[in-house]
């Protein structure tokens, strides 16, 4: 099972232009373009049919897995992979999140699936319910780039 899924999401990656996401510098200008309502709705899919997520950032070095870049499902950790609840976005699948980019589901967690980041930053019972995905950044200070100045909550699909 897991090699199928491994080979699954070789054969994605490699096939999907799609899957890689954007890059962040302490140049990037998050104020608007990263706003989930910044972005070309034409370049992208009609975010009034997606689920409210809160979106964070993780890195190497968080923990034993992130250190080594192990992700849940095997696949070496690297920008463009995030990190979902698998029991609503399947491994594989390309997160669309408006203004920021397309990230590919490779990995999981226990506060991702608890949805703590969601349950403690939220303001309103819809942001308090919504998913949590995080997004993987292959540094430190890219990480904390996108932490301050990114969206907190955005329509995602896949």
Known sequence: MRTTIFIYLVLLLLLSPAAHAGTYSSKSNFSKAAHPNG????????TTQ???????????????????RLSATGVRLRDGYCAVDS???????VVQIPGVGRYVAVDTGTAVIS???AKES?????????????????????????????????????
């Open 39 to 46: 972005g070309d709705s034409s370049t992208g899919p009609d």
């Open 50 to 68: 997606g689920r409210l997520a809160r979106v964070t950032a993780y890195w190497p070095g968080e923990d034993y897995y992130t250190n080594h």
């Open 87 to 93: 029991s609503i976005i399947p491994y594989g699948s």
């Open 115 to 117: 949805r703590k980041a």
């Open 122 to 158: 939220g303001h309103n019972p819809q942001e308090r319910s919504a998913l949590v995905i995080d997004l993987y950044f292959a540094s430190r200070k890219a990480g904390e780039l996108f932490s301050r100045e990114g969206p907190k909550f955005a329509m995602v699909a896949w």
